[in-house]
């Protein structure tokens, strides 16, 4: 039974998630949801902005079997939830989904927390900027509250309990699965053909000196201004 707390505001939920599990050791999954975030964060140094049509939670969490796959885990999760109401999203590694028009609607940071893990989750059911993507592309009135619960119990009831499984789901559903891309690593930029998940969730790329294997980075496909 997930513990739910929703707030009208708050910095970040990461912030709140944090709290509460030091506050409650041992208990249950705890889902940290709100009407707006002002100080969302994603990954590196980058903010994740908070808009009317965003959904913003976190969510308390075991790792993956293998744990360095837990936000490739999370990511492909979010991708079957709207594929079971009819919206097909598409994955970016290591950490995004995209929609049909090539924008990032939603992103996921997993964290660790002394003995827990905590995923957070930024998603656009809908934009009125035009710069950002979105799952839907019409506006809507929605509860943010039940939409985070729904979420969050649907990536509860559907882990995977085998890696390579995990891995075949995620390749078939990464649009730029054997493209050519970038990836960019501090200052270094490395480009080459993406050839899926590594025993570690890294990058695979083919490059013209060989198989080479990114474990961070900003992928960019060459093809794309995205």
């Not at 989750?121 to 900027?129: E, K, V």
Request: glycine content about 8%.
């Amino acid at each position: 039974m997930i513990k739910q707390i929703h707030v009208n505001s708050c910095d970040s939920t990461q912030d709140i998630l944090k709290e509460q599990l030091m506050d409650h050791e041992g208990s249950g999954p705890i889902l940290v949801s709100c009407e707006k975030q002002v100080k969302g964060r994603g990954r590196g140094e980058k903010e994740w902005a908070s808009m009317p049509g965003s959904l913003c939670f976190s969510l308390s969490i075991k790792p993956h079997v293998e744990p360095s796959f837990t936000a490739l885990e999370i990511s492909l999760l979010i991708t079957k939830f709207f594929e079971d109401i009819g919206k097909e999203l598409k994955l970016k590694w290591p950490n995004d989904i995209w929609n049909k028009h090539h924008q990032k609607c939603c992103g996921v940071l997993v964290q660790n927390s002394q003995s827990h893990m905590m995923a957070g989750i930024g998603l656009n059911l809908y934009s009125s900027d035009p710069l950002y993507g979105a799952v839907f592309d019409e506006e809507f009135d929605f509860d943010k509250k039940p939409w985070a619960r729904e979420i969050a119990q649907f990536i509860l009831d559907h882990r995977y309990h085998s890696t390579d499984e995990l891995k075949k789901d995620w390749n078939e559903r990464c649009f730029h699965l054997n493209k050519e891309v970038t990836i960019t690593e501090s200052s270094e930029v490395y480009q080459g053909v993406f050839l899926g998940l590594g025993i570690h969730g890294e990058a695979v790329l083919a490059t013209s000196q060989g198989e080479m294997r990114l474990y961070n980075g900003t992928l960019r496909p060459v093809s794309s201004a995205h």
